[in-house]
């Protein structure tokens, strides 16, 4: 019996040899074949990681929104607010968007955010498209390009806010039953302020490229409102200061003439902005952010585009982009921005993934124009990098914020099994006006709700807030603007970033 067990043992161990001799390619390939489908398998789950947090970003606008809500709202805690905008000076500025957790609506900040989402649905039309998200996208960029549209009231008048920032922040009401003053301030020849108006030609322009092919005489209409205000913007120079101390130009009003100018030049070909462009290139210089006060390095990313398309006309354009890049990338012997001991990119303290989700944005078109243009990387010094490699550390970021860092958490609210709860924000952090109908006044609030160490009772899916400090701590707290606040600006550039990873 032994003897006869040793036999088939043999016998088995020689047919195996034998199929193993005589078929090698059909086991490698089952082996590529079951290799393959592992790596598509996580490929998938990735890409619908990604297309989730886009999804939700996109939805976080909905929450934001003034004015009268359609019947086709998806955030649905939040209801018609803000419906007399304007009647002061007799003009309808109803709409738009409240641009963080307070019920104030900034004009200068609205016409950045807007140009964001504009980019991201031209440089990344196919990719939202494929999400299922670019008519979403759209959507977004219209409730904001109505209420520009509607801003600018003539040549030279263009309303710039609505609201008392002080008066509204000493009060923590739902913007539904907000009583505190709807102050308007606008811009006209008299009291100029091309910051403003500059910023807001450039997002009409961006917005006409994005409706061109969707509804042509929209576009036409926002094209022609952006040269105006262009021009409005450059004849009548002066620094816009009306919605400081919230958000004051630090920067001048040069990068916003320049950003105008570029998205204007991009919608129409026309020479005579090229011609700004070159005569203007003075006005650009190195810089290591990206913001609402300072468009720089977004003219420069899409410059250098052309530049490398051969036009060398724009060569300072070209060189400043490379000088923001090196600023950015570790390592490159010329960092000025700091990462975190977790890797997150590190500006300010206030807000800090502003600046994140927009220089990631940056990085992500200026690797793929790279590519594009067959250009290999960028010289940092001695340091070089490739397009991979600044991709690569762009894609760092967006996981970061998404939940690969020290404190575990996604800082995307409603993203992942542990996000933030008690959100800066006064329509998020008191109770839905569809479920407490009775008035919350404005003490009532800051009493019973601002003060609360409950999470927030309406879960403001998609937002992203100011994020952790500079050793990756977030405590969590609602009145902690400075880390728990979202912004428009902040999921605008979140946006195109995440839509590079699709």
């Known amino acids: 019996m032994g003897r006869r067990l040793v036999w088939g043992l043999l016998i088995a161990f020689l047919c195996c040899a034998i199929s193993l001799f005589l078929a090698p390619n059909d086991l490698h390939r089952s082996l590529v074949a079951a290799t393959n489908h592992a790596q598509q398998q996580d490929h998938h789950h990735v890409n619908r990681a990604y297309n989730d947090a886009l999804s939700k970003a996109i939805l976080f606008f909905q929450g934001q929104r003034s004015g009268k809500l359609p019947a ?54 196919q990719q939202i498209t494929s999400a299922g998200e670019i008519e979403h996208l759209r959507q977004a960029i219209r409730w904001a390009t109505d209420f520009l549209l509607r801003s600018h009231t003539s040549s030279t008048t263009f309303y710039t806010q609505v609201g008392d920032g002080n008066k509204d922040h000493s009060c923590w009401e739902r913007p539904e039953d907000m009583d505190t003053p709807r102050t308007l301030y606008k811009i006209t020849s008299q009291n100029p302020g091309s910051e403003a108006a500059g910023d807001a030609a450039a997002a009409l322009a961006a917005a006409s490229m994005v409706f061109k092919h969707v509804d042509a005489a929209y576009s036409s209409k926002l094209l022609q409102h952006a040269k105006s205000l262009f021009e409005f913007a450059d004849k009548y120079r002066g620094s816009y200061g009306a919605s400081c101390p919230f958000y004051c130009s630090y920067s001048g009003y040069q990068d916003e003439l320049l950003w105008g100018a570029t998205w204007l ?93 927009s220089s990631s944005m940056l990085l992500f078109i200026y690797s793929k124009n790279l590519a594009v243009s067959h250009v290999n990387g960028v010289h940092c010094n001695s340091k070089y990098f490739s397009a991979s490699q600044i ?50 006044s404005c003490n009532d609030g800051y009493d019973h709700y601002y003060s609360s160490s409950q999470p927030n009772p309406n879960v403001h899916v998609g937002a992203l807030v100011g994020g952790p400090d500079s050793s990756d701590n977030y405590p969590d707290q609602r009145s902690d603007y400075s880390h728990a606040e979202p912004t428009t600006y902040i999921n605008a550039g979140f946006i195109g970033s995440v839509a590079a990873l699709l």
Request: overall charge positive; some cysteine; aromatic content about 12%.
């Open 72 to 125: 086709d709202q998806r955030v649905t805690w939040r209801g018609d607010s803000a419906l007399a905008d304007g009647q002061p000076d007799n003009v309808n500025l109803v709409g738009g968007y409240y641009d963080a957790g307070d019920n104030v609506k900034f004009g200068w900040t609205m016409s950045y955010t807007t140009s964001l989402l504009c980019w991201a649905a031209i440089e990344y039309r």
């Open 265 to 357: 030049y991009e919608a129409t070909g026309d020479k005579k902005y090229h011609g700004y462009l070159t005569s203007n290139q003075g006005w650009s210089g190195s810089v290591s952010e990206f913001s609402w006060d300072n468009k720089l390095a977004g003219v420069q990313t899409l410059l250098a585009k052309r530049f490398n398309g051969g036009d060398k006309e724009l060569g300072k354009y070209k060189s400043d982009a490379e000088s923001f890049i090196c600023a950015l990338m570790p390592g490159s012997g010329s960092q000025q921005i700091q990462t975190t001991p977790g890797g997150l990119m590190y500006t300010r303290d206030s807000s800090n993934l502003q600046y994140v989700t």
């Open 391 to 440: 991709r690569a550390f762009a894609k760092s970021q967006v996981d970061y914020i998404l939940g690969e860092n020290p404190m575990k958490m996604s800082y995307m609210v409603g993203y992942g099994s542990k996000f933030p709860q008690q959100l800066h924000h006064r329509g998020s952090s008191l109770p839905s006006i569809k479920s407490h109908k009775p008035k919350i």
